[in-house]
């Protein structure tokens, strides 16, 4: 990929993190990269394929984070949550309303992106889930398959202002509450030991 396409995806992803998807245009891409229409168009066929490439970028992103947070990690129940402080400090960095937008106005990439995002983490949660298990931190008994999708499922709305209004709650709260919630059900005597340790390490 050339280095001008990657600078137009660098800085229309801080665009679109800053103002959200539907407020940012074209031709305010353009501008903020001090090239031409023609140019930006050269490189992309219109704003849905920029978006798209730009959700891959950060999709590989989260991804290869995923990896380190993974190597860091000294059991399962941290991984769970190195993975989560990862997300509230990448959250905060963009606006609430990309999400909105992006479920909203560009549907059918949304539904794209939210596919290829489940199966590569409920794949993870269920790795996680195996080893925690051999490890005896989490219940052997559980069916992990069951267990990884109402797990995503939970962590795709604590950002969802609809269900969680920012003037009412804070993301660090929500995460809290679903992380002790979500441990406590899968976890043995073992692994319950860790979860006040780990939820003042991170999240007090």
């Known amino acids: 990929m050339s280095q001008l396409?990657?600078?137009i995806k660098e800085k229309a992803l801080e665009c679109f993190t800053q103002f959200g998807f539907r407020s940012v245009t074209m031709d305010d891409l353009a501008k903020e990269?001090?090239?031409s229409k023609k140019t930006l168009y050269q490189n992309f066929e219109n704003k849905e394929d920029l978006l798209i490439e730009v959700l891959?970028?950060?999709d590989e992103t989260k991804k290869s984070h995923m990896e380190e947070l993974s190597k860091t990690a000294a059991n399962p129940v941290e991984m769970i949550y190195l993975v989560f402080q990862y997300l509230l400090n990448d959250?905060?960095?963009k606006n609430p309303n990309y999400i909105y937008d992006l479920k909203k106005y560009y549907h059918q990439v949304w539904q794209k992106?939210?596919?290829g995002s489940e199966q590569f983490t409920t794949e993870k949660i269920m790795l996680n889930l195996n080893a925690g298990k051999e490890a005896g931190f989490y219940r052997p008994e559980m069916n992990e398959r069951i267990i990884a999708k109402l797990f995503y499922h939970k962590t795709t709305i604590f950002m969802d202002k609809d269900i969680?209004?920012?003037d009412i709650f804070l993301k660090k709260?929500?995460?809290?509450e679903m992380l002790e919630y979500h441990l406590h059900g899968i976890c043995t005597a073992k692994g319950?030991?860790?979860?006040p340790i780990y939820t003042k390490k991170y999240f007090n």
């Open 91 to 93: 959250s905060d960095k």
């Open 5 to 7: 396409k990657n600078q």
């Open 56 to 58: 891959e970028s950060c």
């Open 113 to 115: 992106f939210i596919r």
């Open 33 to 35: 990269l001090g090239m």
């Open 173 to 176: 709260e929500i995460i809290r």
């Open 164 to 166: 969680f209004p920012e």
């Open 192 to 195: 319950r030991e860790l979860i």
